[in-house]
């Protein structure tokens, strides 16, 4: 399967606690973005990069998340000190730099008790 | 920042019947896209809008933009079981940031 993966599928945590995700986009695309969906709502940006760049971030929810994509290849997402509103949907989409279409990943549900 | 609003939240519809999900979004963008989610799943793409006027049709689905009204529509043709499910609009940024709508959550009733 050569599509966007992403891992874990599923993360159970204790509120406080640090949690990092991963995201391995399709092979040959330079960009990569992260959004964050909650119950009965869209995906809602966070952050993307062009290769190891990270060409936006001031959406990112707040100074608890942070992402990297040290290679230009995969990426992760952390989030410290977790809270109960951290709960969602993790999504990592994937492009060509100048192509239109994103492709998403599974995503990795978290739920923070 | 790109706002975008999708109308009717919810639709029951029976089968075979028509209806119209409508996106309009607050500021510039050329290029539209639909997708659809099932419950628990991730995106599927469905259509990629990039022009003022541009209709693509799949199977029962066609999709529509018009820039000048900051509007896009999603027309269900005699709907079947199989195309429940939520369905979503996104208007790009220049920076090929997506901004969703809430989604339409689309059941369709034998």
């Known amino acids: 399967d050569t599509g966007v993966s992403q891992n874990p599928r599923h993360k159970i945590t204790k509120r406080g606690q640090n949690v990092t995700f991963r995201c391995d986009p399709i092979s040959e695309h330079n960009r990569l973005y992260w959004y964050r969906q909650t119950l009965g709502q869209g995906p809602e940006f966070l952050t993307y990069?062009?290769?190891?760049?990270?060409?936006?971030k001031s959406r990112l929810l707040s100074d608890r998340f942070s992402a990297e994509r040290p290679k230009g290849s995969f990426s992760t997402l952390e989030i410290q000190r977790t809270e109960q509103g951290d709960s969602a949907m993790y999504l990592c989409?994937?492009?060509?730099?100048?192509?239109?279409?994103?492709?998403f990943g599974p995503g990795t549900r978290l739920t923070v008790t | 920042e790109l706002k975008v609003e999708q109308n009717p939240l919810f639709l029951s519809m029976q089968e075979g019947k028509n209806y119209t999900i409508y996106c309009n979004y607050s500021t510039t963008s050329d290029r539209l896209y639909w997708y659809r989610q099932d419950p628990g799943k991730s995106l599927e793409s469905l259509f990629v809008?990039?022009?003022?006027?541009a209709v693509k049709q799949e199977g029962r689905l066609m999709a529509s933009l018009d820039t000048k009204a900051r509007l896009s529509t999603l027309h269900i043709t005699a709907a079947v079981h199989d195309l429940s499910a939520t369905y979503f609009c996104?208007?790009?940024?220049?920076?090929?940031?997506?901004?969703f709508g809430t989604g339409t959550s689309l059941t369709v009733i034998p």
């Open positions: 989409a994937s492009s060509l730099a100048l192509a239109t279409e994103q492709y």
């Open positions: 990069f062009q290769n190891e760049a990270q060409l936006e």
């Open positions: 809008l990039l022009s003022n006027g």
């Open positions: 996104a208007a790009a940024n220049t920076g090929n940031q997506f901004y």
